[in-house]
């Protein structure tokens, strides 16, 4: 309240002060332009001067205040360009996620058009465009997010071949991703892209020259590395042997592919496996029996005990004498008491080889022991057993046998 009255007590000051001014200096204003005259009183020209002023301020206000409630409502005003922008952004990501590709791509493809960076806009209208089987439109869309954001090249060609390679076009993929390679050879993601591809595709052999790379890059973990290479190599057996026009170039061709790997690598049981089965497929009985033999006398593994038993060595005796040296180690070992009945079925040893089969069927229900067992008793009579070790087996092979309609034997 003090602050009112000491407000008040000033004006009235000020007015006076200015009243007797005026009233003793009344002073005189003169504009003469060209044919245009104006003369006034100093304080009437003032007074006049201070309205104009505040008329100009009062507009500006007023313009300020209808444009921006007009705004409001307005629907091509910038604040509402905003505004749906914003909206198609949220709809289109949430269409995306939730599978409404139609709905995405509209959304994503109008927030994209608006926005200063829209990349990931592009990307995603594309990817929903793609789902779509629109493969053109696909297309576009990634021209047009290289058209406004050239840095993006890497990130837009990743996009381009990750979604070529969800249409199955592979060879349009391995050539994106190889264009990206020479760009920019150490990418991860290019790198992770390209080992799926050469995996997928079944290309052993490139995926192969591009380990070191991944080692280097650590693109995967030591493994997901580790099983990779050794699928790799071990595929690359496989296919090695049917690469020349007889058994003797294939032959040498699995050789070269074998020479191949590291010292190390000829020690995995899983390319040893790989290597002794092409063996095995292409003649090479003996040498494939030697293999397995001096792998499983430096590391004893199921898989390679179970191959050892399909092999014919040079000396069956020598053979089956051989695995029995295994049984102390590993006695409940079902593949390998598999193997040696097999190896003793091989030498005519009928009671030996019944014996081990029985054993081994003991450990674990197998269809290969069912039928091998089978085929022996029924030789040896009981053909009773004999049918059931057959029917037990072929359930063991596919149970889903046993659960479709069979004929009850009544005449039609």
Known sequence: MKRVYLLAVVAIAVAAALGIAIAKHSGYVLIAYGGFRYQSGLWAALGALVAVVLCLLLARY????????????????????????????????????EGRWASAQKHLQRAAEHERHPLLYYLGAARAANEQGRTEDSDQLLERALERQPQAELAVALTHAQLQMDRGDMDAALETLQAMQERYPHN??????????????????????????????????????????????????????????????????????WQQ???????????????????????????????????????????????????RGNDPARQLQAAEGWLKDHGNDPSLLLTLGRLSLQ?????????????????????????????????????????QLFQEGLGLLDERLLALPLPDGTPA
């Open 62 to 97: 007023l313009i300020g205040l209808v444009l921006t409630s007009t705004g409001a409502v307005n629907p091509w005003s910038r604040r509402n360009r905003s505004r749906r922008t914003r909206i198609a952004i949220e709809q289109g990501q949430l269409d995306l996620a």
């Open 188 to 257: 991860t993601q290019v790198l992770r892209l390209l080992q799926r591809l050469h995996r997928e595709r079944g290309e052993w052999p490139a995926l192969i020259r591009l380990l070191p790379e991944l080692r280097k890059g650590k693109v995967l973990s030591a493994g997901e590395l580790t099983a990779l290479e050794q699928r790799a190599w071990g595929e690359n057996l496989n296919l090695a042997s049917t690469r020349g026009e007889d058994r003797q170039s294939a032959r040498q061709s699995l050789e070269r592919a």
């Open 261 to 311: 790997l590291t010292s190390a690598q000829r020690q995995e049981p899983q390319l040893v496996l790989a290597y002794a089965e092409q063996l095995r497929q292409l003649g090479a009985q003996g040498e494939a029996e030697e293999v397995l033999r001096t792998a499983l006398k430096k590391q004893f593994e199921s898989h390679l005990a179970r191959l050892y038993g399909l092999v």
């Open 347 to 387: 030498n005519r040893l009928w009671g030996k080889a019944r014996d081990y089969l029985e054993s081994s069927l003991r450990l674990q229900r197998d269809p290969e022991t069912c039928a091998e067992l089978a085929r022996l008793l029924a030789s040896l009579g009981d053909t009773q057993r004999s049918n």
